[in-house]
């Protein structure tokens, strides 16, 4: 049941559809927190049960809690997010549970798309900001747990062609209690087709790769995996890696640490671009070195997989298959790993290797690198 708050809101409807079987029932739901709003819609944390029959009689409980995103319905075409969760179904993305249109209850003429999904307490931007206000960072056990179930995820979507397009960390749904990560908000998400342009300005600033800054619109799924070299230096920073005001601003942030573009990166990209190149050494050592300095708190392999990652041109930029074999994960392969969640004296012990055949398949001769010894 959810709590008690005066503002909640129910009501019943008589189609909702379930999603892995497809049935279509008249179910009862009630809103009672508003968790998330943006340009994309709002969310609403939500319980949900099947309605009273014919006789009245009820003899289902209430279901979740859920996460509701609401948006408006676009009729011209299917709704690509809904497709997405449809399709997907991985232990690090978050699973769509039920989903229905209703019509605005202030607007009748305005259909809204609701996608009722399981939801987590937390993001990842909130545990960055809790350890930060603490004075600490995010345990290295967790960081590499998280950062693995992200790979891990990320393997699977782009297995499909799938790319987020727009990972950062209040996408990435945490529960500190277990230490379990899900990708969230698949709004921005598209199935890329190759040598089929995609729009350039996608993903949130801070976390757009290079080639989005300068306008490529024949990207590849490599996008995510700069999101993801962010989000990494995120944890061990406190605070976003690359903080431009503008969009033009943010390559020269990159280029602070990753120095000048090469041309041949602009060539690539898109031959078209006519803005700052930022072609002047901002530093004077070596990029290994520069990373050094920034990183300077953190391990030599959490610097080794970031200058993997966080690379200019996508096609040198780590696989999410080479990230998971990196050597920044090899504690994990332990038996006796285990993590301390927040504010708890008791550890536990993750399932993070129980891949799919289709998880194997798409690690290849990689996939003897991740045993458990």
Known sequence: MPPNISQVNEYSLPEVTENISSAVAP?????????????FGTVYEAVLKYADDAHGNSNSEWL?????????????????ELEILRLVNHPN???????????????????????????????LQSEIKYYRQSKYTIPYPHMK????????????????????????????????????LKICDFGSAKKLELNQPSVSYICSRYYRAPELIVGCSLYTTKIDIWGLGCVV???????PIFQGQSPESQLKEISKLLGPPPNTFFFKSNPQYRGNMYTNKLFSC??????????????ADAIDLLLKILVYDPDLRASPRRVLVHPFFDELKSKDFHVYPRGQSEPIHLNLFNFSDFELSLLGSLKDELIVR
Do not use: W
């Open 145 to 180: 747990a998280y950062t693995f179930q992200l790979a891990r995820a990320m393997l699977y979507l782009h297995g499909f062609g799938i790319s987020h397009r727009d990972i950062k960390p209040s996408n990435i749904l945490v529960d500190p209690s277990t230490v379990v």
């Open 286 to 299: 070596s990029v290994e070195e520069r990373f050094k300095q920034i990183f300077s708190n953190s391990p």
């Open 233 to 239: 230096a995120e944890m061990f920073l406190g605070k």
């Open 27 to 39: 179910m009862t739901v009630k809103e009672y927190k508003r968790i998330g709003e943006g340009a």
């Open 93 to 123: 993305i978050v699973s769509l549970r039920f989903y229905f249109d209703k019509a605005s209850n202030s607007q009748r003429k305005t259909v809204f798309q609701n996608l009722v999904m399981e939801c987590l307490p937390s993001n």
């Open 64 to 80: 979740g809690p859920f996460a509701i995103k609401r948006v408006p319905a676009q009729t011209e075409y299917k709704s690509r």
